[in-house]
């Protein structure tokens, strides 16, 4: 099926608003899939069916597809595009909306998304904090820059919050890149493929105080640790103090010198 074709006939119009950008390679968009670890008994949610290209390709290897797209106006193509499955649910409205995914889902699912930049890290937020059950994994294309954030390490111009809450619920990697020319209508940037795994809970941690200070370490990157603590929260500096000095950091530690293990360390000795 000719997609750009489909589209056309369809008197789809692209939104910039919905960062619509879709590829149409078949081969490449069966990979994802493939390297996305999808299986036989899976139920996986895709967030942004576009064209139904991706979903597709999903739907062949999947148990179950719960397909998510914002923009009413695509239901005619992906009728036509996913005619051949049984297997898909098609969900139009903001996947931001969405109150638990796991209601839908069950208890294990995975997640595929290709996500215009200005959403990424809401939903990928999302995902981690507002599900009962974590997904099993999360592959995701964004942008490259973001790619490159999402894997990340400490110290690094990259390393930030959104590192940080990924690292301690998932293992990321990057898969591959995708260039801009693969996409119609073609972006202005280069993309890549995310892979995260679930990793086991951090025992003992409350993910939400861990969530909250994650976030204050890195509001504003030029200050110390201490400062953004003491200004997030109604903590003293003395508390503060003593809690880096007994977690072994320094106290003119910025949040960026920090692993995720010495975060978790950091939340328990603060908020327990």
Same mark, same amino acid.
């Given at each position: 099926?000719?997609? =750009?074709?489909?589209?056309? &006939?369809?008197?789809?119009?692209?939104?910039?608003? @919905?960062?619509?950008?879709?590829?149409?390679?078949? +081969?490449?968009?069966?990979?994802?899939?493939?390297?996305?670890?999808?299986?036989?008994?899976?139920?996986?949610?895709?967030?942004?069916? #576009?064209?139904?290209?991706?979903? %597709? &390709?999903?739907?062949?290897?999947?148990?179950?597809?719960?397909?998510?797209?914002?923009?009413?106006?695509?239901?005619?193509?992906?009728?036509?595009?996913?005619? %051949?499955?049984?297997?898909?649910?098609?969900?139009?409205?903001? @996947?931001?909306?969405?109150?638990?995914?796991?209601?839908?889902?069950?208890?294990?699912? =995975?997640?595929?998304?290709?996500?215009?930049?200005?959403?990424?890290?809401?939903?990928?937020?999302?995902?981690?904090?507002?599900?009962?059950?974590?997904?099993?994994?999360?592959?995701?294309?964004?942008?490259?820059?973001? %790619?490159?954030?999402?894997?990340?390490?400490?110290?690094?111009?990259?390393? #930030?919050?959104?590192?940080?809450?990924?690292?301690?619920?998932? $293992?990321?990697?990057?898969?591959? +890149?995708?260039?801009?020319?693969?996409?119609?209508?073609?972006?202005?940037?280069? $993309?890549?493929?995310?892979?995260?795994?679930? =990793?086991? %809970?951090?025992?003992?941690?409350?993910? =939400?105080?861990? $969530?909250?200070?994650?976030?204050?370490?890195?509001?504003?990157?030029?200050?110390?640790?201490?400062? +953004?603590?003491?200004?997030?929260?109604?903590?003293?500096?003395?508390?503060?103090?003593? &809690?880096?000095?007994?977690?072994?950091?320094?106290?003119?530690?910025?949040?960026?010198?920090?692993?995720?293990?010495?975060?978790?360390?950091?939340?328990?000795?603060?908020?327990?």
């Amino acid at each position: 099926m000719d997609i =750009k074709s489909e589209l056309n &006939a369809s008197g789809f119009r692209f939104q910039k608003r @919905f960062g619509q950008n879709f590829i149409t390679d078949t +081969n490449f968009l069966k990979s994802i899939a493939e390297k996305s670890g999808v299986a036989p008994s899976d139920t996986v949610v895709e967030i942004g069916a #576009g064209a139904g290209t991706l979903t %597709a &390709a999903i739907a062949e290897r999947a148990k179950r597809v719960i397909a998510f797209e914002i923009d009413e106006s695509l239901k005619p193509v992906l009728e036509k595009t996913l005619s %051949a499955f049984d297997n898909v649910e098609l969900v139009f409205g903001d @996947f931001m909306d969405e109150k638990d995914l796991s209601e839908r889902t069950g208890e294990k699912y =995975k997640v595929i998304a290709n996500l215009p930049y200005y959403i990424t890290t809401p939903v990928l937020f999302k995902l981690m904090e507002d599900t009962k059950y974590l997904p099993q994994t999360i592959s995701v294309m964004v942008q490259k820059e973001v %790619a490159d954030r999402m894997c990340a390490k400490p110290s690094t111009k990259d390393y #930030g919050a959104l590192t940080v809450a990924i690292d301690a619920r998932f $293992s990321a990697r990057k898969l591959v +890149n995708v260039s801009r020319d693969m996409f119609y209508p073609v972006p202005n940037v280069d $993309s890549a493929v995310v892979l995260m795994t679930a =990793k086991d %809970a951090c025992d003992g941690v409350d993910m =939400k105080k861990f $969530s909250a200070l994650v976030r204050a370490a890195f509001a504003m990157r030029r200050k110390t640790l201490i400062n +953004n603590l003491t200004a997030a929260f109604p903590l003293s500096r003395a508390a503060c103090e003593q &809690a880096l000095t007994d977690c072994g950091l320094p106290l003119a530690v910025r949040g960026e010198a920090l692993c995720t293990e010495q975060f978790e360390a950091l939340t328990k000795r603060l908020f327990d």
